[in-house]
């Protein structure tokens, strides 16, 4: 099918990558991409990192105005899909409705509100609105505590201490970023923000969000002027529910990434899928694995491309002047080799399935070459190699 409507739904990264791949693949029929924030598509990543040292909301934007017009792709904003009937083949918004041939879901998260008592005093960051409301409230002395030690509360903090704030972080789970990186690379980043000033509390998640502060499992209270919620995210799939697609965690859908209606797809955040290489259904949170998906949706539309999508993925965080660089997947259980101050090797079923970075982009490089292989090198491949990989 090359000229049928392609409604998307979602536009975030991957649901604009949708809108551009297909074009690029020739696709010559419409092509509408809704989104409920107001305004063009923008980088979500740089938010809490670049954009609150800045300002510049400018350079978050994907592409000009300018760009929808030339690719004929109609581009709506401002604008909810309430509904998807699967029937007729037909999005609702509002009192509009909107047929489609093919519609593809990238509805993406929205921020993981934990059942804390006085939550609603928390600010989040999840949108460009969020991240104005933050930086503008950083701009004298603050006293700031971060619910959640992930990537978002700890990108943030490293920012705020930079700017001179007392910086507290409450992370329930006994150690930082524990859901996705090792214990070793979790120590150093310890240590790291620990070095940065920054006072952290593992194992001791918040209780309730006051009118001064926090109150910690612990009964220990911190002042704070500005509470940050950075408990996580969960995905976007009440449209599918209600449609009666298949959800556990995100859209169910298969190796092409197609629902269990073949006329719908579902990409990046909001979307679950086995990984090729371990077999488990995983969803990833990573805008690098939603313009992957929808680079591949886009080919299967176009050309009825059928190849199983089995792109390795690859995560990265800015904290102060590190960046982390996670290449591949570690499953629970999954052992590590520590190889000098930046790198931590992951294996699973005694294969390589991940590797962790500090600044060391030729590692990383190399890793995603290796774990993109048919056959990936073993413990005892690498052990023989003095875990060098280099030498593959």
Request: aromatic share 6%; glycine share 10%; proline share 5%.
């Amino acid at each position: 099918m090359s000229d049928g409507h392609v409604v998307i739904v979602g536009a975030g990264q991957g649901g604009l990558q949708a809108a551009m791949s297909l074009r690029q693949e020739g696709h010559a029929g419409p092509v509408t991409l809704i989104g409920a924030e107001d305004g063009l598509p923008y980088q979500r990543p740089p938010l809490s990192k670049d954009y609150l040292k800045t300002g510049q909301a400018e350079k978050l934007v994907l592409r000009p105005a300018g760009f929808f017009d030339r690719k004929a792709i109609d581009l709506r904003t401002g604008i909810k899909v309430d509904a998807v009937d699967r029937a007729a083949k037909r999005v609702r918004m509002g009192d509009e409705t909107l047929a489609f041939d093919t519609l593809i879901l990238a509805t993406g998260t929205r921020n993981l509100i934990p059942p804390i008592a006085g939550i609603s005093r928390a600010l989040g960051l999840r949108t460009l609105a969020d991240a104005q409301r933050l930086r503008g409230s950083l701009t004298r002395p603050r006293r700031v505590a971060v619910i959640g030690g992930g990537f978002i509360g700890l990108e943030f903090a490293a920012v705020a201490r930079s700017f001179g704030h007392e910086v507290h972080i409450a992370e329930a789970a006994p150690r930082l970023m524990s859901r996705v990186v090792s214990p070793e690379m979790s120590a150093r980043f310890r240590a790291k923000h620990e070095a940065l000033g920054t006072r952290l509390h593992l194992g001791n998640g918040v209780i309730e969000v006051t009118e001064i502060g926090v109150v910690l499992a612990n009964g220990m209270e911190i002042v704070a002027d500005l509470v940050l919620l950075a408990a996580g995210v969960r995905p976007n799939t009440e449209l599918a529910e209600a449609a009666g697609l298949t959800v556990d965690n995100g859209v169910v859908v298969d190796p092409f990434l197609r629902t269990a209606d073949p006329h719908i797809y579902a990409l990046g955040d909001c979307c679950a899928f086995s990984d090729s290489r371990s077999g488990i259904m995983v969803r990833l949170e990573s805008v690098q694995a939603a313009t992957d998906h929808a680079r591949a949706i886009a080919r299967t539309i176009v050309n009825g491309h059928q190849a199983p999508y089995a792109a390795v993925p690859w995560f990265w965080s800015d904290q102060a002047d590190w960046k982390l660089q996670i290449a591949g997947l570690a499953v629970p259980g999954a052992t590590s080799v520590t190889i000098g101050e930046d790198t931590v090797l992951r294996f699973s079923a005694d294969r390589l399935s991940a590797v962790e970075t500090i600044n060391n982009p030729k590692v990383h490089m190399k890793a995603r070459k290796l774990l993109a292989q048919e056959t990936v090198p073993t413990y005892s491949d690498l052990a023989a190699r003095n875990f060098d990989l280099a030498m593959f």
